[in-house]
């Protein structure tokens, strides 16, 4: 059984930052690409940001370059999304989805594995 568990989302102002954690359990990520999603109301989720396994390659979407970190401690079966300078457009769920592979992926169909998701919510 696998299970990923989100934790971090809340409230903050623009100018802010959080920290989402992602714990994976029932089975170890180490050799596998992680990615964090998010979902706004009335529109499809979308690619954040995913990271290879050793976490020496990185991807982002243009929106949250230069402002949002993806890290995973493989020890901890644990990825990371640091985030800041947020914006109120950067109001979602955030949900981390694992792959069953190395190799950076865009794709919601590419993500094998995801969590319920953590509600991030920016005021202005």
């Known amino acids: 059984q696998v299970r990923l568990v989100e934790s971090g989302g809340g409230l903050v102002q623009a100018g802010g930052s959080l920290r989402l954690s992602c714990a994976a359990s029932?089975?170890?990520?180490?050799?596998?690409?992680m990615g964090w999603f998010r979902q706004a109301p009335g529109k499809e989720r979308g690619f954040v940001a995913a990271?290879?396994?050793?976490?020496?390659?990185?991807h982002y979407v243009d929106s949250v370059k230069g402002r949002f970190t993806i890290s995973r401690n493989n020890a901890k079966n644990t990825v990371y999304l640091q985030m800041n300078s947020l914006k109120p457009e950067d109001t979602a769920v955030y949900y981390c989805?694992?792959?069953?592979?190395?190799?950076?992926?865009?794709?919601?169909?590419?993500?094998?594995?995801w969590g319920q998701g953590t509600q991030v919510t920016v005021s202005s």
């Open positions: 989805a694992a792959r069953t592979s190395n190799g950076l992926r865009v794709g919601v169909y590419e993500y094998a594995y």
């Open positions: 029932g089975r170890t990520f180490s050799g596998y690409a």
């Open positions: 990271i290879g396994w050793s976490g020496g390659t990185t």
